[in-house]
Nanobody
Protein backbone atom coordinates (compact mmCIF):
# COMPACT_ATOMS: atom_id res chain seq x y z
CA UNK A 1 0.00 0.00 0.00
CA UNK A 2 1.10 3.55 -0.69
CA UNK A 3 2.03 5.50 2.41
CA UNK A 4 2.64 9.22 2.81
CA UNK A 5 4.27 10.17 6.10
CA UNK A 6 4.73 13.77 7.26
CA UNK A 7 6.72 15.29 10.09
CA UNK A 8 8.00 18.64 11.33
CA UNK A 9 4.92 20.61 12.34
CA UNK A 10 4.72 22.54 15.57
CA UNK A 11 4.46 25.92 17.28
CA UNK A 12 6.74 28.74 16.18
CA UNK A 13 6.90 32.50 16.76
CA UNK A 14 6.37 35.00 13.93
CA UNK A 15 9.60 35.37 11.97
CA UNK A 16 10.74 31.91 12.94
CA UNK A 17 11.52 28.89 10.79
CA UNK A 18 10.28 25.34 10.45
CA UNK A 19 11.09 22.43 8.16
CA UNK A 20 8.48 19.91 7.08
CA UNK A 21 9.38 16.49 5.70
CA UNK A 22 7.31 14.05 3.67
CA UNK A 23 8.22 10.53 2.59
CA UNK A 24 6.11 8.59 0.10
CA UNK A 25 6.47 4.86 -0.52
CA UNK A 26 4.74 1.76 -1.86
CA UNK A 27 4.05 2.73 -5.49
CA UNK A 28 5.33 0.75 -8.48
CA UNK A 29 5.12 3.97 -10.49
CA UNK A 30 7.14 7.11 -9.96
CA UNK A 31 5.62 9.94 -8.00
CA UNK A 32 5.89 12.53 -10.78
CA UNK A 33 4.83 15.40 -8.55
CA UNK A 34 5.06 15.88 -4.81
CA UNK A 35 4.26 18.89 -2.71
CA UNK A 36 2.43 20.58 0.10
CA UNK A 37 -1.04 22.03 0.50
CA UNK A 38 -2.55 23.69 3.55
CA UNK A 39 -5.94 24.34 5.05
CA UNK A 40 -6.72 27.01 7.61
CA UNK A 41 -9.92 27.05 9.69
CA UNK A 42 -12.87 28.18 7.58
CA UNK A 43 -10.90 28.07 4.34
CA UNK A 44 -10.49 25.63 1.49
CA UNK A 45 -7.32 23.65 0.98
CA UNK A 46 -4.79 25.62 -1.07
CA UNK A 47 -1.50 25.05 -2.83
CA UNK A 48 1.72 25.89 -1.01
CA UNK A 49 4.36 24.41 -3.32
CA UNK A 50 4.94 21.47 -5.65
CA UNK A 51 7.99 19.91 -7.27
CA UNK A 52 8.32 17.48 -10.18
CA UNK A 53 10.71 14.56 -10.43
CA UNK A 54 12.74 16.75 -12.78
CA UNK A 55 13.09 19.46 -10.15
CA UNK A 56 10.66 22.06 -11.47
CA UNK A 57 8.95 23.96 -8.65
CA UNK A 58 5.74 25.89 -8.35
CA UNK A 59 5.02 28.15 -5.37
CA UNK A 60 1.97 29.96 -4.17
CA UNK A 61 2.46 33.71 -4.31
CA UNK A 62 2.35 33.90 -0.52
CA UNK A 63 5.21 31.40 -0.27
CA UNK A 64 7.61 32.92 -2.78
CA UNK A 65 10.79 34.23 -1.23
CA UNK A 66 10.10 32.59 2.13
CA UNK A 67 9.58 28.88 1.47
CA UNK A 68 11.87 26.48 -0.36
CA UNK A 69 10.81 23.03 -1.58
CA UNK A 70 13.41 20.37 -2.36
CA UNK A 71 13.23 16.71 -3.35
CA UNK A 72 15.28 13.57 -2.91
CA UNK A 73 14.05 11.31 -5.71
CA UNK A 74 16.00 8.30 -4.47
CA UNK A 75 14.06 8.44 -1.20
CA UNK A 76 10.78 9.82 -2.61
CA UNK A 77 11.05 12.51 0.03
CA UNK A 78 10.37 16.23 -0.10
CA UNK A 79 11.37 18.95 2.32
CA UNK A 80 9.65 22.28 2.82
CA UNK A 81 11.87 24.86 4.49
CA UNK A 82 9.70 27.66 5.82
CA UNK A 83 11.35 30.91 6.89
CA UNK A 84 9.97 34.26 8.03
CA UNK A 85 6.76 32.62 9.15
CA UNK A 86 3.67 34.76 9.61
CA UNK A 87 0.50 34.19 11.65
CA UNK A 88 -1.42 33.73 8.40
CA UNK A 89 0.73 30.65 7.68
CA UNK A 90 -1.08 28.87 10.51
CA UNK A 91 -2.82 25.82 9.03
CA UNK A 92 -2.82 22.07 8.75
CA UNK A 93 -0.25 21.19 6.11
CA UNK A 94 -0.89 18.15 3.93
CA UNK A 95 1.66 16.34 1.82
CA UNK A 96 0.60 15.18 -1.64
CA UNK A 97 2.25 12.55 -3.82
CA UNK A 98 0.90 12.17 -7.34
CA UNK A 99 1.27 9.67 -10.18
CA UNK A 100 0.52 11.17 -13.58
CA UNK A 101 0.17 9.53 -16.99
CA UNK A 102 -1.43 10.59 -20.25
CA UNK A 103 -4.81 9.06 -19.43
CA UNK A 104 -4.94 8.72 -15.65
CA UNK A 105 -3.75 10.21 -12.41
CA UNK A 106 -3.51 9.08 -8.81
CA UNK A 107 -3.20 11.27 -5.73
CA UNK A 108 -2.10 10.17 -2.28
CA UNK A 109 -2.34 12.33 0.82
CA UNK A 110 -0.76 12.38 4.22
CA UNK A 111 -2.81 12.82 7.36
CA UNK A 112 -1.60 16.38 7.86
CA UNK A 113 0.65 18.16 10.33
CA UNK A 114 -0.33 21.31 12.23
CA UNK A 115 1.76 24.46 11.94
CA UNK A 116 0.90 27.24 14.38
CA UNK A 117 2.57 30.66 14.14
CA UNK A 118 1.79 32.71 17.25
CA UNK A 119 3.25 35.21 19.74
Amino acid sequence: QVQVVESGGGLVQPGGSLRLSCAASGSIFRFNVMGWYRQAPGKERELVATITSGGSTNYAESAKGRFTLSRDNAKNTVYLQMNSLKPEDTAVYYCNAAVRDWDYGLDYWGKGTLVTVSS
